[in-house]
């Protein structure tokens, strides 16, 4: 039985991925029907500071002392040791598992990173508060992708969805109509550092185009900010859809998220667009409650690997 067990769950992008890595606004929310989990078993019988780090998922069975400083479950455990100056943890086995897809734009990388070091600082005695959590988080963040915005780690921290602004303080907020999504997978593996990396060397050969479409994502995430708290999920159907021709515009949509974006719509969602990094992963559509069996099976019809119903409120 452990001593400990912590969650973390994965997130959805509404709104704005990608223009928020160069500072404009963007909306996230998190989805607690998966979820990262770290579970922590005391070793009694072991000496003090012996750590086993068990991922089944990554095949990772190692002790942290053998572990590169750039690893990032042991960088996560070390920046938690740092932070509470606890000079070493008492000897235990922590166990990494996670039901969130990797590399599909649902947070996974973040929230294995809150779990584990939710986990270890209670496992401490000294829960951290979602701010500290976020703020090392995001330092892991950066080896998983070099300019990380850090609305991932907010939103999985924070558990609340958040009108996010890099280096600006955060907004959390509660729809004011509960918001249907059904999240579909493409099954298609794409890491976010190489959609980023693709949008970064855009940006550079064509700086005029592609600031013009970050502002026109930024004007996007604003008015759905109002439109989400005025309790019109039509008027962001439509935003969804604009959102999405604009993403298109930059490069990161993939003839499976289009396709499965077009599936939706035609089964009726009132707006929908790939969201995280783009290229594979998932797509969101916003639906009426009513319909949201019905959108899934169109998303299934159409190719998609999973999907997922989820409501943000
Ligand atoms: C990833 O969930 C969202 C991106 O905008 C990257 C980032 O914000 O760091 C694609």
Redesign the pocket.
């Known amino acids: 039985m452990p001593a400990v067990r912590a969650h973390a769950p994965g997130k959805v ?1 509404l709104f704005g ?2 223009a ?2 160069y500072g404009r606004a963007a909306i996230a929310a998190p989805v607690q029907q998966v979820r990262a989990t770290t579970a922590v078993m005391a070793e009694p019988r072991l000496p003090a500071g012996q750590v086993r780090l068990q991922a089944p998922d990554i095949h990772l069975d190692a002790l942290l002392d053998e572990l590169p400083a750039w690893q990032p479950l042991a960088l996560a455990v070390r920046l938690v040791l740092g932070e509470l100056r606890a000079p070493r943890l008492p000897a235990c086995t922590l166990r990494i598992t996670s039901t969130i897809p990797v590399a599909s ?1 649902l ?1 996974s990388g973040a929230a294995v990173t809150v779990s584990l070091l939710r986990a270890v600082s209670t496992f401490l005695g000294q829960p951290l508060e979602p701010s500290r959590l976020s703020a090392l988080a995001y330092e892991v963040e950066k080896i998983h ?1 070099g300019t ?2 850090g ?2 780690n907010t939103v999985i921290a924070f558990e609340q969805p958040v009108f996010f602004v890099r280096g600006q303080p955060l907004e959390t907020f509660a729809p004011a109509v509960p918001l249907h999504l059904v999240i579909g997978d493409t099954g298609v593996s794409s890491p ?1 550092a190489i ?2 990396g693709d949008v970064r060397r855009a940006w550079q050969a064509a700086p005029a185009e592609y600031e013009a479409l970050f502002d026109r994502a930024d004007r996007i995430s604003r008015q759905a900010r109002s439109e989400i708290e005025r309790g019109d999920p039509t008027a962001l159907g439509l935003l969804m859809v604009e959102a999405q021709e604009v993403l298109k515009s930059m490069g990161v949509s993939s003839s499976d998220l289009d396709r499965l974006v077009a599936a939706s719509l035609a089964a009726g969602a009132l707006g929908a667009k790939l969201s ?2 783009g290229r594979g992963g998932n797509m969101i559509a916003l639906v009426h409650s009513g319909a949201a069996s019905q959108v899934a099976a169109a998303l299934e019809a159409a190719g998609a690997v999973r999907t997922i119903i989820t409501v943000i409120q």
Do not use: W
């Open positions: 992008i991925e990608h928020v890595v734009g947070g992708h990380p915005s609305i991932d976010t959609a980023v995280g990094g």
